[in-house]
């Protein structure tokens, strides 16, 4: 079958055909490379090009470091690092057929802690989800420093812009894929899923998109402008310049890294709880979405609770056992004392002794399990449920229960591990280091993206609207 053309609003561009009979078209770009004068600057549409654009071949991808887990490979979701290359604002496309017409399209946004991944990790394959008929977009978007860090004379979220402009691209666009611009499902996972929860209490975001799943995510895990901003004298600090735009952008992206490794030492960041004790992020990414600008005018989740996002339909959920993947690997779930998890705890939370108390620590409880099972509540899953309690419109929950056989067991169902599954890319993420291990259960893949896929064509999964625990859909 030839290579087919689809034509954008700067350009045509030439994908290819699968093995699978499937039309992938990778890198194409829906802003302007963020280089220059656009650097810490907001998103403008692509310039024009005249020739068909190739789009046979994975573009690069938002400048970061790789910051492995031990004993795992996590290469099919996180992806293999940075792909310099200054045109990384794309996204790639997997559709059935590019002149098909109003077919339903989902847009992932990947997680990674807001400091690295890719949209075009081997894990997020869209294959299944054309093979069912759908539309199948991943984004890829400004990270970090570049993505979330405000500087006077800069463009506050601009991470979060970065996928409303992917947004406005696809509705602009996507019928020349197949694709129904006003059936548009957003989802995303980890800092994905938080973008997703914060656009869906965005005022910048009705009309483009009508259905969002949020899955290990939530619209709390954001900070005010005093955190943010102290976070910005650190790293300018760092690189010995004042924390502007201007001299920012005079710094090379290879310094910027290394200010941000900088920072994510022990003991490199600054003080980022607010006024009530908390650091939103708990430790995992100093640089989060921030509060007060045209994007997230208000806090998101009070912006929900408010009414904000009322038309569209949402999924919510997360994994039972979330923060085994950061406690089994390194040893710390068996090696942990009492004291070390209220110290850990501490520099998040304003009573750390009184919560890991109340999950059992002092009572025979090994700290280390405590402590996966408060964080588990406090990171994901509390924030999950609010939001869920929280959305004015139709609401499914879900949580992902299978527990992956790796390290004798020991990681559980543990954060990013229900990916493969929606995807039903089982085979992107091979054993014996992958996280699925060795036989991943094919039936729960299946069920999975029927399910998603279901959603983003009817507003509904397949199981009951949430009310309540009785109503959340086990997935396992």
Not at 75 to 85: D, E, F, H, S, V
Not at 249 to 273: C, F, I, N, W, Y
Not at 363 to 375: F, I, K, R, T
Request: glycine share 12%; net charge negative.
């Amino acid at each position: 079958m030839t290579d087919p053309v689809v034509p954008t609003t700067s350009g045509a561009v030439r994908g290819q055909v699968t093995a699978d009979g499937v039309a992938l078209f990778r890198g194409v770009p829906y802003a302007a490379a963020p280089e220059g004068d656009l650097r810490f600057a907001e998103p403008v549409p692509a310039p024009p090009w005249e020739e068909v654009r190739d789009a046979r071949r994975p573009g690069p991808t938002a400048p970061q470091r790789r910051h492995d887990v031990p004993g795992l490979d996590l290469t099919p979701l996180a992806g293999t690092g940075w792909r310099p290359g200054p045109e990384y604002l794309t996204v790639d496309v997997w559709t059935p057929q590019p002149g098909a017409a109003a077919l339903p399209v989902l847009v992932f946004v990947h997680g990674g802690s807001f400091l690295g991944g890719t949209g075009s990790a081997a894990a997020y394959d869209g294959t299944a989800f054309a093979r069912a008929g759908a539309v199948l977009v991943t984004v890829q978007y400004r990270l970090g420093i570049d993505g979330f860090l405000p500087l006077d004379g800069g463009t506050t979220n601009l991470g979060l812009r970065d996928q409303l402009a992917a947004l406005r691209w696809v509705r602009e666009n996507i019928a020349g894929f197949g694709g129904d611009p006003a059936n548009v499902t957003l989802f995303g996972a980890a800092s994905g899923a938080v973008s997703v929860a914060c656009l869906l209490g965005s005022p910048l975001s009705p009309g483009l998109f009508r259905c969002a799943i949020v899955q290990s995510g939530h619209p709390d895990m954001v900070r005010d402008g005093v955190q943010a901003r102290r976070l910005a004298r650190v790293v300018a600090d760092e690189l010995k310049v004042e924390p502007t735009a201007e001299a920012f952008r005079k710094v090379s992206t290879e310094q910027l890294l290394d200010a941000q490794d900088a920072v994510l030492r022990p003991g490199g960041a600054p003080d980022l709880r607010d006024a009530l004790g908390y650091d939103r992020g708990y430790g995992l990414s100093p640089f989060l979405p921030v509060i007060g600008d045209d994007v997230l005018p208000h806090h998101p989740a009070k912006a929900i609770r408010a009414g904000a996002g009322r038309d569209v339909d949402l999924i919510a959920g997360s994994c039972s056992e979330e923060m085994r993947l950061y406690l089994v690997p390194t040893g710390a779930l068996e090696a942990v004392t009492d004291d070390q998890a209220i110290a850990s705890l501490a520099v998040s939370h304003p009573d750390p002794a009184g919560v890991l108390h109340a999950y059992g620590l002092g009572s025979g409880a090994p700290a280390g399990q405590v402590l996966v099972d408060a964080l588990t509540d406090l990171v994901f899953r509390d924030g999950v449920r609010d939001l869920a309690d929280n959305h004015t419109g139709r609401t499914f929950r879900y949580e992902f229960e299978w527990g992956s056989p790796l390290l004798d067991g020991r990681l559980g169902a543990c954060h990013g591990l229900e990916l493969p599954f929606v995807f039903d890319a089982l085979a992107a993420v091979p054993g014996p280091r992958g996280l699925l291990g060795e036989n991943p259960p094919q039936e729960l893949a299946t069920e999975l993206n029927t399910a998603w896929h279901r959603f983003a064509t009817t507003g509904s999964p397949g199981w009951p609207e949430y009310a309540g625990e009785d109503t959340v859909f086990h997935a396992y």
